[in-house]
């Protein structure tokens, strides 16, 4: 049972760590949380669920389209409401409150839209791979594949390219970076459109293995803490904190109840932020005279 528990810890864990590695990257852009974040994985889901179901179109074409839709809504965020608040200068909390109000108006519109009802996907395989007493489903093989993919192609990207080089960059000191030559406002919005397609590749996972509804992106609250607990800004810390998290929470259902694992999941967040404030492997940093 404890291995079965792992693996569906794991497969959890990897959607978690889409979504955090998104919130990671603006954050070491922006230094604030995205807080619109989740609701660009609920669009995903929600135009990946329309042309799959509503317009019958093959299933991986329509997984790629809400990706990239959902990437494409959080360039918009950035543009229309987050660059005017950077280019005004305005405190760092307006783009806090400016994602709030997004992730309200989403919520609500999707309500609008779709209903309150939870909507599924077209039947999936039952398919299941067993290894010794281990049964691993279709989705969460898919889920698992996908996520790893991903994350080791992004961390490849960000550590080992030019254009990694320019996102260091401009996180370091957008200021200096324009200065010497770097186009900040691309590179913004290049950083929206690859944590935008994160998050819509993980809210079509969840909305497969789950279900699709208006406030399915909350979830991100859980990949925000993954953030935190691996470090703010640390993509590879958010990867790990992810997994922990998606793990602690599959054993804590497992073995005690599933009533539990949210109040297992915000005490984490509070001791890691007692005890080491800026995560398992983010940087502490202090302002010099």
């Not at 969460?140 to 080791?152: A, E, G, H, K, P």
């Not at 996102?167 to 010497?180: D, E, G, K, T």
């Amino acid at each position: 049972m404890f291995l079965q528990q792992l693996v569906n810890g794991i497969s959890v864990g990897g959607v978690y760590a889409l979504i955090a590695t998104g919130y990671a990257l603006i954050y070491s852009l922006l230094g604030f949380s995205n807080w619109a974040h989740g609701e660009v994985a609920m669009i995903g889901a929600y135009f990946a669920l329309l042309c799959a179901a509503n317009i019958s179109l093959p299933l991986p074409l329509a997984i790629a389209i809400g990706v990239i839709l959902a990437g494409v809504f959080s360039v918009m965020n950035e543009r229309i409401a987050y660059k005017r608040i950077r280019d005004n200068k305005s405190p760092t909390m307006f783009l806090m409150i400016a994602a709030m109000g997004l992730s309200t108006t989403y919520q609500n519109s999707a309500m609008l839209i779709f209903g309150s009802k939870f909507q599924v996907f077209p039947k999936m395989s039952s398919m299941t791979l067993q290894i010794g007493s281990i049964n691993i489903g279709y989705i969460d093989m898919i889920s698992v594949l996908i996520s790893l993919v991903v994350l080791v192609v992004l961390d490849v990207a960000i550590n080992k390219t030019k254009f990694g080089l320019g996102i260091r960059s401009v996180a370091s000191n957008s200021y200096i970076a324009s200065m010497m030559g770097i186009n900040i406002d691309k590179y913004f919005s290049l950083v929206f459109l690859i944590a935008g397609m994160l998050a819509g590749s993980a809210g079509v996972l969840l909305g497969m293995k789950y279900t699709v509804y208006p406030t399915m992106g909350n979830v991100a609250l859980k990949a925000f803490i993954a953030s935190v607990l691996g470090g703010l800004g640390s993509i590879r810390g958010a990867i790990v904190g992810a997994l922990i998290i998606g793990v602690l929470e599959t054993m804590v259902s497992a073995y005690l109840s599933s009533g539990l694992r949210d109040l297992v999941t915000f005490m984490l967040l509070i001791i890691i932020l007692l005890v080491k404030p800026s995560g398992l492997m983010g940087v502490h940093i202090e302002d010099k005279a």
